[in-house]
């Protein structure tokens, strides 16, 4: 396993100054252990990726140890992309963006069992209760929505409104156009809306 770094090189040129190959590419070169690929492919995406971890957590020490452990995970996982899915770097930062989350939930749980001590003895009136079990159940009916979207309307729905970018952003992570990223924001709020039953 290649041992990681925090000295990313401008996108699209290698150490010696020649241009490199597509990050479908590397992927598909990692997934054979070859750690140059990988190499390359990591200082590629790594200032993008770092922020799109601190803007989850909003702490940057954090945020580079959740964005080190996701680009392990890339190297790891790298045999898992399929271009047919979606692009690369939409692939990597799907799995930046969630280790972020699972971290921010993890700690919430930690927080929640550290308090739970103060609070067993509390009964809750029945008005507090209801309001959880409804926020709980919401909570799984939007999960359950994310799940019947597309894999590319899925990337461009978490980078917006879970990573906080504006459409140009999106458009500029995933490499793509900017309308071709507003029309796959659009079709995923209208596929979510009309999972939900609700107007978004």
């Avoid at 054979?32 to 990591?42: I, N, P, S, V």
Wanted: with cysteine; glycine share 6%.
């Amino acid at each position: 396993m290649p041992e990681l770094v925090n000295e990313p090189r401008p996108i699209g040129v290698s150490a010696e100054g020649n241009s490199v190959r597509t990050l479908e590419d590397l992927l598909r070169l990692s997934a054979c252990g070859d750690e140059r690929a990988f190499a390359e492919l990591y200082d590629a995406v790594a200032p993008r990726a770092f922020g799109l971890a601190l803007r989850v957590v909003r702490d940057r020490q954090l945020a580079e140890e959740i964005f080190q452990e996701a680009l392990l995970d890339v190297w790891r996982q790298s045999a898992r992309f399929d271009k047919s899915k979606g692009s690369a770097i939409g692939w990597i930062f799907t799995i930046v963006h969630r280790s972020a989350v699972d971290r921010v939930r993890s700690q919430e749980a930690s927080t929640r069992r550290d308090t739970n001590y103060f609070h067993k003895n509390t009964e809750d009136d029945f008005d507090s209760t209801a309001e959880q079990a409804h926020i709980s159940l919401e909570g799984q009916r939007v999960r359950k929505a994310m799940q019947s979207l597309t894999a590319t309307q899925r990337q461009a729905l978490e980078l917006a409104y879970f990573g906080g970018y504006t459409h140009t952003e999106v458009a500029a992570l995933l490499g793509i156009a900017l309308g071709t990223a507003k029309t796959r924001i659009r079709d995923g709020l209208i596929r979510m809306r009309d999972t939900l039953g609700v107007h978004l």
